[in-house]
């Protein structure tokens, strides 16, 4: 026990130090600094692989929780459903109707007229909407068709939309008819007009084209201009609108409903409506609900296994296995849609206008289900939404939806992505520390003392000293402007063309920079290693301050920024060409999808023009600059 005590007081004096207290307190802080910089290495690489292996196991099993319903209100599947075979032989009588236009190849008006004219003879009032776009390739046209039914109970200040595009998501937008979703919504519109107990107006709307005619209803309905939108101003208003249900019905009969809830930008819908309208789905209608439509090999043997063949068959057999893959399939679209800024179907435009909006997507299959498990799903899932006293906003709106019934929290996911934001910025921040301090030996120290020993002066003698060097600014500073502007030019020149001309265009320009760098003093420190340093850190910043924004996106860009800007460095020992090899690696990381990718490029610009996502300038002006300014670090003579 003496031995212990007496060990403790000597760690006491040690940690307290002797004499002048603030001395020692300076000498500690000191110490703790030294302490920090020597282990500034082992941190950034413990935070980035903390950061990427985090990343991995999100689809994991351990993670995540069932979902639940948070407004009390909602009380959904609590009522009587009365959609009955008389419905759905009317939508079997619109549904030949809407065959026949599309055997005659009717036009857009003659479509929209059709609509109109069964909404006015339900004693619906409706009216068609002419729009266009002007885009740099094209003109999209169309015409709209939409209903409004007024609420018997209530001034008419809150709405609920039903929808149907005529183009279903099926493919995308590629060309397949959602005739038996026009079908439900007219049949359904007819049916809801029996009852009297809506307390909100119902709006039902038939959207031309996919995405493009929702588009230009959803902005003039709400007033927002859009310089290259033509549109007809809607006659027939209503409230505003709280929820929207989209109809997405391509086959003969389906198997599955999927949910489709992805926005324009990243945006998500409360999670109280998915929640309720899966429930009224397995419940009330008996449908199963895929998240997407993706159906579990687990359940249908017919469907492609997940796994890969060459893995071993205990590891295929194994169910933690299987349900990692599942998650994982459902994690990847989510987050493909969500770092795109794409919409995964209609529904995603109601989205920038804060409407809580989902897509049902009848998946198509031999059977069971048709038109009446579909209708006694939307009669449930708008009584639910009607029952509603304010907007949805006591579940979630930053989730991963990895099965029908079950979420990851924000908390989960969200740290993987600033871990490694957090590990650039270390790694910049010592940067610009090695810039301003070189470390040169101490001066020889006269041994007059000859009580202290040589072992002593020996390590005071090789003990380097820190010396403040000065850093140059404007130059790192005036590239990184010279190239953001670049990306600007890149953003209005991608909107026309791409491919390998524009790829050697813009890969040349930023070597043009070099013949305007000036040289510095070798008393200075580099001009890359401070452009290096502010790149991490700008860097950092915008993973960190994208992962609250767009999770998907963040992580996307910790994958290609994180460890490829960490490492981009330049020798005094490199040759040319070995520079000249590292910039042209990172010309491809920052360009190469001009051409490996041009389909995506046109879908990210028509995006853009027609939907305002912001990816393609963001790809442009914010991740090809920082991309390129690495392969600057790497190319310039330190």
Known sequence: MDRVRNGLRGLRQKLRGQGNPTVTKIRRQRALRERLWKSLPFIRLLLFTVGYIWLLVIPSPRFGQGTYIDENALQPGQVNTYWNWDEVHHADRILADLEQLRDRNASSDEIAQYAVSQLEGFGIPARTQRYSFDTVTETISGTNAYGVLQSPRASGTEAIVISASWLSRTGEGDGTLNLRGVATLLALASYLKKYSLWAKDLVFVM????LDGMQAWVTTYHGEPQPNLRAEPLSLQSGVIWTALNIDYPGHSFSHVGLFFDGLNGRLPNQDLLNSVSLISRYTAGIPVLVYDHIDPREDHNQPGLLPSWLPDPLKQNSDVQEFASRARNIYRNMNYQARGAASGVHGLFHQFRIDAITLFAVPAAGPHG????????????????????????????????????????????????????????????????????????????????????????????????????????????????????????????SSSCGPILYLLFSATPLLFLQAIPSVPPSHASIPSVLKAFNLCFASAVVSITSVLNFSLAAALAVFLGLPLSLASSSPSSSSLSRLSKYTAYSVLALGWLVLAPGEVRKAVWNWEVLRVWFAPFVCVVYVPLVLQAGLVCLLSP
């Not at 959207?207 to 996919?210: I, K, M, V």
């Not at 979630?396 to 019934?405: E, I, R």
């Open 207 to 210: 959207s031309d084209g996919y």
């Open 371 to 494: 038109f009446h498990a579909l209708g006694r799903a939307l009669e449930s899932s708008l009584r639910t939404c009607n029952n509603l006293l304010e907007r949805l906003h006591a579940s979630f709106f930053f989730y991963l939806l990895v099965g029908p019934g079950t979420f990851m929290k924000i908390g989960s996911y969200l740290p993987s992505a600033v871990l490694v934001g957090t590990a650039m910025l270390f790694t910049g921040l010592g940067e610009w520390i090695r810039a301003g301090w070189t470390d040169t030996p101490s001066a020889p120290i006269a041994s007059g003392d000859d009580d202290k020993s040589e072992k002593t002066l020996a390590e005071q003698q090789e003990k380097p000293v820190w010396r403040r060097r000065h850093r140059p600014v404007l130059e790192p500073v005036g590239i990184m402007v010279l190239t953001h502007a670049l990306g600007a030019v890149l953003f209005f020149a991608v």
